[in-house]
């Protein structure tokens, strides 16, 4: 497999995931990058730094490990504190293609094959908004 350019905030899966003994582990077996240092990386609920080797790419399928991927619309928290938020747990590309046409259809143009490629370029268009983690975000309260 070719070496993937992970981000920090990139989600990711772990190659083998009953390696590591921390009862954290998200069941899922979806996790966010939150720090590269070199070749290692720490990820968000995992104690261990781990290789940069031992961390997989998310395919886009919908049927997988991303079927529990939202978009999660960019907003400043600023606005969240004042007005009434509600949160569309929807699969992710499915909420593009109906809510954010345009948006879905530059992503299917650029042919991804994976969740970080689309996470990379929603940073691309929309920039890098501090006061906002990300675009995409981990449905916590779905399992199996």
């Not at 998200?26 to 031992?54: H, M, R, W």
């Amino acid at each position: 497999m070719q070496k993937e350019n992970f981000e920090k905030g990139d989600f990711i899966k772990l190659q083998n995931p009953l390696k590591y003994s921390n009862k954290q582990l998200d069941p899922l077996n979806i996790f966010q990058i939150s720090e590269i240092n070199g070749e290692i990386a720490c990820l968000s609920n995992v104690s261990e730094k781990l290789s940069l080797s031992e961390l997989l790419p998310i395919p886009i399928s919908k049927k997988n490990d991303d079927r529990w991927i939202y978009y999660s619309c960019p907003t400043f928290a600023a606005y969240q504190k004042s007005a009434p938020f509600s949160t569309d747990y929807s699969y992710y590309m499915d909420y593009l293609k109906s809510e954010e046409k345009p948006l879905y259809d530059m992503i299917m143009e650029k042919n991804f094959e994976y969740v970080h490629e689309i996470q990379h370029f929603l940073k691309e268009i929309h920039g890098e908004i501090e006061t906002y983690v990300g675009y995409l975000d981990i449905n916590k309260y779905k399992q199996g």
